[in-house]
T-cell receptor
């Protein structure tokens, strides 16, 4: 059974700092991995999608990497801003699971002005 | 382009009642999936529909059911509500279903409180 773990569970940083969020998964037979952010009481906003054949994806100040063989992904946020404060979730889609995503518990990020 | 629309956004029910939640996917998207989010269990997959057919189902009791209409809109129903069904129910759409599916886009969710 696929398990997704995110470390740390919570992170508080001063504005302007570069930071890394970690995601690990137990079964490397994944189809793709998707990073989301969730604001309190809201739905999920897709940030980046990495296919299993890719090593990284970039969007603005965000960069996500994927090491499928070791079961790891990282989300790098450059020059963090208070507006980045949210819960960040990673989710994997396995090769045999259709569109079913398995989510981690998330990292709650607070960026202090 | 409108995003995924879920209705109602908030609802309160009592134990034993039933509830129906609605989801309208992004225009052109044919796959709709549903997730339950609770503080204790996190995000858990309920089911996926593509072209009016259930393609995948999570590990939930039969009280949870769903369907998809010819216009790709989807509904999920929970019968005989229990306190533990209190959760944020999220709907996601994608262009294709199955292994061809790419990025999933989520709605704002329907927050169900069972008293």
């Amino acid at each position: 059974k696929q398990e997704v773990t995110q470390i740390p569970a919570a992170l508080s940083v001063p504005e302007g700092e570069n930071l890394v969020l970690n995601c690990s998964f137990t079964d490397s037979a994944i189809y793709n991995l998707q990073w989301f952010r969730q604001d309190p009481g809201k739905g999920l906003t897709s940030l980046l999608l990495i296919q299993s054949s890719q090593r990284e994806q970039t969007s603005g100040r965000l960069n996500a990497s994927l090491d499928k063989s070791s079961g790891r992904s990282t989300l790098y946020i450059a020059a963090s801003q208070p507006g980045d404060s949210a819960t960040y979730l990673c989710a994997v889609r396995e090769e045999t699971s259709g569109s079913r995503l398995t989510f981690g518990e998330g990292t709650q990020l607070t960026v202090n002005p | 382009k409108a995003g995924v629309t879920q209705t109602p956004r908030y609802l309160i029910k009592t134990r034993g009642q039933q509830v129906t939640l609605s989801c309208s996917p992004i225009s052109g998207h044919r796959s709709v999936s549903w997730y339950q989010q609770t503080p204790g269990q996190g995000l858990q997959f309920l089911f996926e529909y593509f072209s009016e057919t259930q393609r995948n189902k999570g590990n939930f009791p039969g009280r949870f059911s769903g369907r998809q209409f010819s216009n790709s809109r989807s509904e999920m129903n929970v019968s005989t509500l229990e306190l533990g069904d209190s959760a944020l129910y999220l709907c996601a759409s994608s262009y294709r279903g199955g292994l061809g599916v790419g990025e999933l886009f989520f709605g704002e969710g329907s927050r169900l409180t069972v008293l």
